[in-house]
């Protein structure tokens, strides 16, 4: 691409015959080197933009690709989390479960054994009647062999 500085140092060869006009010809190479020079100078700033331009997004991408790190491991975190909250509620759940069994074959025990109680209980009331019968009838058999001697 020229610059602005070649199209000023350009020399055109003079012709003999029908030549331009040179005084016309560097009028409008002054007006084109002017434009050409704003021309150039709008480029390198925009060429200066972009660059700056992708810096950024360049930039923004690294960070825009941090976050989604970021928000993987949460999710992965998030994850083994909850799993381990399962199997600890799993385990919770066992474990009340066999507390509950063992509760209940304990309850079971204290019946069978408060029942044999009762029985055995029941049985000395048996044996006592019987004894107080017995000694009553004896005591009657006493007072009636007494009467019988009166």
Excluded at 74 to 83: C, G, L, N, P, V
Aim: cysteine-free.
């Amino acid at each position: 691409m020229l610059t602005p500085v070649d199209i000023e140092n350009k020399v055109f060869k003079k012709s003999k015959i029908k030549g331009y006009d040179i005084d016309d010809v560097e009028d409008f190479l002054e007006v084109i080197i002017e434009d050409y020079e704003k021309l150039y100078k709008e480029n390198a700033e925009l060429k200066s933009k972009i660059e700056t331009m992708e810096d950024s997004v360049t930039y923004y991408k690294s960070i825009e690709d941090g976050i989604n790190k970021t928000i993987e491991n949460a999710q992965t975190s998030a994850d083994t989390i909850k799993e381990a909250a399962q199997k600890e509620a799993e385990n919770i759940k066992k474990e009340v479960e066999l507390e509950a069994k063992q509760d209940l074959e304990k309850l079971k025990l204290e019946i069978v054994k408060k029942e044999n109680e009762l029985e055995e209980k029941k049985k000395q009331m048996q044996i006592y009647k019987i004894r107080v019968s017995s000694m009553l009838e004896a005591q009657l058999k006493i007072l009636n062999e007494e009467d019988e001697e009166d």
